[in-house]
């Protein structure tokens, strides 16, 4: 049982350039979440999925687009990679804990170090 | 104002010392509340979540939570050096779907 996998670990993009950080969860967890660490920001929503063929921006959508392949994979895009854009990627997903949406847990993924030059 | 709020730290604490962390929220709809736990370079880690008003202690660890002050609090018996991490305070808004809202942690140093 792996958790929640992420790849790439780590990845340099110039200005301009695309890519896609994949996640996979092997949970059977219905929700899945895109998350951005930045120093002094915290951890920040991108976007999410609440369930297989749904998803919903979150705090700071711009940017990115997702894809929920299926329930155990979500894709997270950059169309044209920005300096700004340099963060920490992490990916999530949950379970809810004695069917109390309140307890709903969230487990993440090691993360993906993205730095755009 | 930001909605969830920690103080960024550090805070430093001798070995077997209680560690206190707080955390304030700024939407009183919030309706749970979680603890999360990140050493340098790792990814976040679940201690413990809180819904209702006063304490839960799981081990070391007791969330402390007051809805009409908008406080959250965790405390850490017996501190050890391992505990030294980041810890992010969580708050879910929405009760039908698990939205969180996470502070910007706050940095704890535990000296043997």
């Known amino acids: 049982n792996a958790g929640v996998t992420q790849t790439p670990k780590f990845q340099v993009l110039k200005t301009g350039q695309s890519m896609t950080l994949q996640c996979a969860q092997d949970?059977?967890?219905?929700?899945m979440y895109w998350y951005r660490q930045d120093p002094g920001m915290g951890l920040r929503l991108i976007y999410y999925s609440a369930s297989e063929g749904t998803t919903d921006k979150g705090e700071v959508p711009n940017g990115y687009n997702v894809s929920r392949l299926n329930k155990r994979e979500f894709s997270l895009r950059l169309e044209s990679a920005a300096p700004s854009q340099t963060s920490v990627y992490f990916c999530?997903?949950?379970?809810?804990?004695?069917?109390?949406?309140?307890?709903?847990?969230?487990?993440f993924g090691p993360g993906t170090r993205l730095t755009v030059l | 104002q930001k909605e969830v709020e920690q103080n960024s730290g550090p805070l430093s604490v001798p070995e077997g010392a209680i560690a206190s962390l707080n955390c304030t929220y700024s939407?009183?709809?919030?309706?749970?509340f979680f603890w999360y736990r990140q050493y340098s370079g790792k990814s976040p880690e679940l201690i413990m979540f809180?819904?209702?008003?006063g304490d839960k202690e799981d081990g070391r660890f007791t969330a402390q939570l007051n809805k009409a002050s908008q406080y959250v609090s965790l405390l850490i018996r017996d501190s050890q050096p391992s505990d030294s991490a980041t810890y992010l305070c969580?708050?879910?808004?929405?009760?039908?779907?698990?939205?969180?809202?996470f502070g910007t942690g706050t940095r704890l140093l535990v000296s043997p």
């Open positions: 809180i819904y209702s008003n």
């Open positions: 949970m059977n967890h219905n929700s």
């Open positions: 999530a997903s949950s379970e809810v804990l004695a069917g109390d949406t309140r307890a709903d847990t969230q487990y």
């Open positions: 969580a708050v879910n808004k929405d009760t039908g779907f698990q939205k969180l809202v």
């Open positions: 939407d009183r709809g919030s309706q749970s």
